[in-house]
């Protein structure tokens, strides 16, 4: 394998992301949720008055589709976890503790991706990466 100077980040960001994503959908899975209904719970756990629809899309919307995402509020709300009221999604009891379940598993994702990267590493990481994606004409953030 080449030297880490003489490879290109783009590959290794692809990889990253595919290896992640595949990891947490698994674990989530393991927990009756999926990964767009873990977005749509964690929101109303930062919104506990209730968030609009639109603002959700808006906030989950570099994610997945609006589609994704619509389906996973349609999914939340049937399963009992999201009611939805005079234009505002909230989180029910059962929503709540289905994002506690969920809250866990993320933690020890986390925890499992961290191992043996100082916070000083992972800081670096995300600045190298916020930068990669402007100096090339991106514009991503994340809430």
Partial sequence: ?????????????????EAIRTRTQSRLADVA????????????????????????????????T?????????????????????????STAAGRERFAVAADVQRELNAERRQGISDADYATTIEVLQRTIRNVGGDAWHW
């Fill in 1 to 17: 394998m080449q030297p880490p100077l003489q490879q290109p980040i783009g590959f290794w960001t692809a990889r990253a992301g």
């Fill in 33 to 64: 949720v999926s990964q767009p209904e873990w977005w749509v719970l964690h929101q109303l756990s930062l919104h506990t008055a209730g968030m609009g629809e639109r603002e959700m899309l808006a906030t989950i919307g570099p994610n997945a």
């Fill in 66 to 90: 609006d589609e994704i995402i619509a389906q996973a509020i349609d999914d939340a709300i049937s399963k009992g976890w999201v009611e939805r009221a005079d234009g505002a999604l909230t």
